[in-house]
């Protein structure tokens, strides 16, 4: 029988892990051109990195060193890849990453047991509303934890309130998997076409690519205003295609429980530091049991804070907390530091807003500069005072606002080469 790693006591996880780390580091020493230079440059002794600690003695490795050395990092031949996946780009060109068959297998045994943490059971129906082409690998990764878990999956795909509905109402799903904006979007659908979606099969959700919950844990307005309307459940869950591991919340809704087997973490300040437990940094993740393209002590870019104490649920595992910001989507605004989420979410307090759009870049004094283009929905007095009196309130700063028509944004949003929605355009 497995042991269920996340219940044992902190201490016994933590030398689960270490013991992991070092099955790790020396795959990493044997098959990975960029590590194996790495180690010889730095006259690094991968057999004296016993504990957690012990991994501040190896350098960290960044986005642009994926983008610059990407093939270095893989560590199997091409004939043993079975799927190609690819970053989204979001800081940059997008990375490749390839999946061994094990790669594969230990990404569904995330996505089950991230699942299993939302409350989502075998036999249970999941109607996943994201895409699962374009070398993306979260849609993949849902449909595989959710079939390992004995689930019913139906693949609609992004978009298309009116499909999401039919589907919905034929096929009775328990569950939802999609980004947030989208659900509150559907209700405003269904309440204007005389849905009875508060009658549907729904209970809970699971919610990617936007925050649920503030730095203190609380639900943000985006996820009021949904559960306001409709009583389901909202879970975040967090994840990368360089982690290939997930954080997600369960039924106390305290941060994303880690997976102690497939990732290490560490929270570090700008002096690549580890910060207090509760304190923000930037995580910076080491990659347990990849084949393909296992990264150690790679730094994601997101800030984030770690919650230690044990949860309600009885796992023993700490859990991440909501992506506060992107290191290098941080904006310095008229000396105040502002991320992208706090904005989106003090829009999202508005609803006579349909879309917006946030463009950043640097004037000719090199300082940062902020527009919001908005787009009200019909029949709604446009308010821009009211919003930038909100701004000022909460964030302490008033960008500038432009009107522009739902159309001309919609255009910018659902760019058909993008995989994700655009709202945040940084042209710095």
Sequence with gaps: MQIQVDTLSAQEIKKFQEQKLQEQLQFVNQNSPFYKKLFIDKNIDINQIKTLEDLQKIPTTCKNDLQQFNDDFFCVPMHQIRDYATTSGTLGSPVTFGLTDKDLDRLAFNEM??????????????????????????????????????????????????????????????????????????????????????????????????????????????????????????????????????????????????????IITEILDDNEQPVADGESGELVVTTLGVEGVPLVRFKTGDVVRKHMESCKCG???????????????????????????????????????????????????????????????????????????????KLRVTPKVEIASIEELQKIIFNPLSRKPIVLIDKR
């Design 113 to 262: 047991t991230s699942f299993k943490i939302a409350g989502i059971k075998p036999g249970d129906v999941v109607q996943l509303m994201t895409t699962i082409d374009r070398r993306f690998m979260a849609g993949l990764a849902y449909f595989l934890g959710l079939r390992e878990l004995g689930c019913g999956v139906i693949r609609v795909g992004s978009g298309i309130p009116q499909m999401q509905w039919d589907s919905i109402f034929k096929y009775q799903p328990k569950y939802l998997i999609g980004v947030p904006s989208f659900i509150l979007k559907m209700i405003e659908f269904a309440e204007k076409n005389n849905i009875p979606y508060q009658e549907s099969s729904i209970e809970g959700v699971v919610c990617i690519g936007e925050a649920l919950r503030t730095a203190d844990l609380q639900p943000t307005i985006l996820a009021n205003r949904i559960t306001e309307k409709w009583n389901i459940k909202l879970h975040s869950t967090y994840a990368s295609t360089e982690m290939s591991s997930a954080f997600t919340e369960c039924e106390h809704f305290n941060g994303g429980h880690v997976i102690p087997e497939l």
């Design 315 to 393: 796992r023993n595992s700490y859990r991440i907390g909501p992506v506060e910001g992107r290191k290098q989507q941080m904006v310095k605004y008229k000396g105040t530091t502002l991320y992208p989420p706090a904005m989106h979410d003090a829009l999202a307090n508005f609803e006579s807003i349909e879309c917006h759009v946030i463009e950043i870049w640097h004037n000719d004094l090199g300082t940062d500069e902020i527009v919001i283009k908005l787009a009200f929905k019909p029949n709604y007095e446009e308010d821009v005072d009211a919003i930038k009196d909100h701004f000022r309130a």
